[in-house]
């Protein structure tokens, strides 16, 4: 079976086409990623603006044309926090299906927490024990805890990365300490309102703390983790105290300079400073000082789920709203 995931986010819009079989990981046939930049034109209001919603509807089309010539089965297109919250969603998702013919639907919160740690667990396998799973997006951060293929406890925060660059960095080209000191007061009272009984479990249990998303990874590789280039399976760690001297480093520039650092992409570059501080406000809250770098995330953790669901194992985990479960 062929399946293509097409997972848009507040910076890009990024078609993953596999072949799926039973007792197999996911064998990846062909990717496409384009940017959409939505974080740069969602306003105070939540609004989209016009220019976003041009390239995202650009982008969907070229993924489905890119899905159509491989042949897939199946195309899975679904939005994240930043199309899911957005004031003007449903308009949005209106104009893709005119214009395209692909009507994309989106994941609630948990789900997206649950799959990302469904994902987690099937790369580290049973041996990890309980997984602790963090992943920052552009909207919202995901928090998940088990010890099982589907987590026990699922929670997802406001706490994205562009999100809170728009709201809470007013410049932020040249950020000021006491913006640097006010994001990371409220991230703080943000956690303690949310975290408390993963925490407990995780110190009871002795989690596998394990991180993904682009903005753990490129925090990593700017600590010094090993380059995407080396390969998947190459052991990747963030230490929370490499993560303080990042968080100096990155406000000490602007984002075309950040963009010139290890692993800092262009397209991630204004938002990566406050990603950091979530990040480091996190370790923190969960009591940790590392966590390990997983390959797999969200897009991985639908393949899983749909090969579970055609072999007959479990229901599915989600269903994408505006779509057929």
């Given at each position: 079976m062929r399946l293509?995931?097409?997972?848009?986010?507040s910076n890009t819009a990024h078609l993953r086409i596999a072949d799926l079989a039973a007792g197999h990981p996911p064998q990846p046939v062909a990717t496409l990623k384009r940017q959409v930049r939505l974080a740069e034109v969602i306003d105070?209001?939540?609004?989209?603006?016009?220019?976003?919603?041009?390239?995202?509807?650009?982008?969907?089309?070229?993924?489905?044309?890119?899905?159509?010539?491989?042949?897939?089965?199946?195309?899975?297109?679904?939005?994240?926090?930043?199309?899911?919250?957005a004031a003007n969603r449903d308009p949005i998702l209106a104009e893709i299906q005119a214009v395209t013919g692909v009507r994309v639907g989106y994941l609630d919160a948990e789900q997206e927490a649950r799959?990302?740690?469904?994902?987690?667990?099937?790369?580290?396998?049973?041996?990890?024990?309980?997984?602790?799973?963090?992943?920052?997006?552009?909207g919202s951060m995901e928090l998940a805890y088990g010890g099982?293929?589907?987590?026990?406890?699922?929670?997802?925060?406001?706490?994205?990365?562009?999100?809170?660059?728009?709201?809470?960095?007013?410049?932020?080209e040249r950020v000021k300490k006491k913006h640097r000191r006010r994001l990371r007061e409220h991230v703080e009272s943000v956690?303690?309102?949310?975290?408390?009984?993963?925490?407990?479990?995780?110190?009871?249990?002795?989690?596998?703390?394990?991180?993904?998303?682009r903005t753990f990874s490129q925090l990593a590789r700017l600590c010094g983790a090993a380059k995407a280039k080396d390969g998947l399976h190459v052991t990747?760690?963030?230490?929370?105290?490499?993560?303080?001297?990042?968080?100096?480093?990155?406000?000490?520039?602007?984002?075309?300079?950040?963009?010139?650092?290890?692993?800092?992409?262009?397209?991630?570059?204004?938002?990566?400073?406050?990603?950091?501080?979530?990040?480091?406000?996190?370790?923190?809250?969960?009591?940790?000082?590392s966590v390990q770098?997983?390959?797999?995330?969200?897009?991985?953790?639908?393949?899983?789920?749909?090969?579970r669901h055609s072999a007959g194992q479990v229901r599915h985990l989600f269903a994408i709203k505006g779509e057929s479960a």
């Open positions: 293509g995931v097409l997972d848009i986010g105070r209001e939540g609004f989209v603006g016009r220019a976003g919603i041009d390239r995202l509807t650009e982008a969907v089309g070229e993924a489905a044309a890119v899905a159509a010539h491989h042949r897939v089965h199946e195309l899975l297109p679904f939005a994240t926090a930043a199309i899911r919250d799959l990302t740690f469904l994902a987690a667990r099937r790369w580290y396998g049973w041996s990890a024990g309980p997984i602790l799973l963090a992943d920052i997006g552009g099982g293929e589907t987590p026990d406890l699922a929670l997802s925060l406001p706490l994205g990365a562009g999100r809170l660059t728009r709201h809470r960095l007013p410049d932020p956690l303690a309102e949310g975290v408390g009984e993963i925490t407990a479990r995780h110190r009871a249990g002795q989690a596998t703390a394990v991180a993904t998303s990747r760690e963030l230490r929370r105290d490499d993560l303080r001297q990042a968080i100096e480093l990155l406000a000490g520039r602007t984002p075309v300079q950040r963009a010139q650092l290890p692993g800092v992409s262009a397209a991630r570059a204004r938002q990566i400073l406050a990603g950091a501080i979530v990040a480091d406000a996190t370790l923190a809250a969960l009591d940790l000082t770098i997983c390959p797999w995330a969200l897009r991985e953790g639908i393949l899983l789920d749909r090969l």
